[in-house]
């Protein structure tokens, strides 16, 4: 069974810190990482995607992979209030439609 | 931009009931996805459709159908609703194999079974 498990939270964080979301994955097959952000009542929106090991960055986003530890995470620097919201990891497996969430981390963000 | 639009955004339908939830893309994706998600389990995939008239299932298909009979077009429906398919259900589309991997939502419809 292909498992991807987060921490659900909530995780506070006062306005302007960095936020370190994390996401570990059961499947080395697992190719193509992604980060969605969904607020409350929304639906899923991608903020992220990585495919490669390192680092990634994106504005205030980074995302960061490591293949061998099977681990995937994200930073959000200087967090502001309008980020707090669930932030719901996603694997992926190269040449198929199948992806597998993890039922996501709630991030809240003090002002 | 992509646009998915799921027809209803709020249903409430009593156990028996026959659903329909459908689900319209404009960006002539060959992938469709309906989802569930509920609190503490995630999204799960319900059924997916790589082309039109083509399906398969998902990780939780009892209980549910689908349609394509139009590549934009991707209906999952209920036959006989019950009390414990009440949920948010949640329509994506994706591009091919060669891009990204981006899934689009729609804004979900959410439905309660009594």
């Known amino acids: 069974q292909k498992e991807v498990e987060q921490n659900s939270g909530p995780l506070s964080v006062p306005e302007g810190a960095i936020a370190s979301l994390n996401c570990t994955y059961s499947d080395r097959g697992s190719q193509s990482f992604f980060w969605y952000r969904q607020y409350s009542g929304k639906s899923p929106e991608l903020i992220m995607s990585?495919?490669?090991?390192g680092d990634k960055e994106d504005g205030r986003f980074t995302a960061q992979l490591n293949k061998a530890s099977q681990y995937v995470s994200l930073l959000i620097r200087d967090s502001q209030p309008s980020d707090s919201a669930t932030y719901l990891c996603a694997v992926a497996f190269s040449g198929t439609y199948k992806y597998i969430f993890g039922t996501g981390t709630r991030l809240k963000v003090l002002a | 931009d992509v646009k998915v639009t799921q027809s209803s955004r709020y249903l409430v339908k009593r156990t028996g009931e026959k659903v329909f939830l459908e689900c319209v893309q404009d960006?002539?994706?060959?992938?469709m996805f309906w989802y569930r998600q509920d609190p503490g389990l995630g999204l799960r995939l319900i059924y997916f459709?790589?082309?039109?008239?083509?399906?398969e299932k998902g990780d939780i298909p009892e209980g549910y159908s689908v349609s394509r009979e139009k590549k934009e077009r991707f209906s999952l429906i209920l036959e006989s609703a019950s009390t414990n398919q009440t949920s948010m259900y949640l329509c994506?589309?994706?591009?091919?194999?060669?891009?990204?991997?981006?899934?689009?939502f729609g804004e979900g419809s959410r439905l309660t079974v009594l």
């Open positions: 994506a589309t994706w591009g091919n194999l060669a891009n990204t991997g981006e899934l689009f």
């Open positions: 990585i495919y490669s090991n």
């Open positions: 960006m002539d994706h060959e992938n």
């Open positions: 459709s790589y082309d039109v008239k083509m399906k």
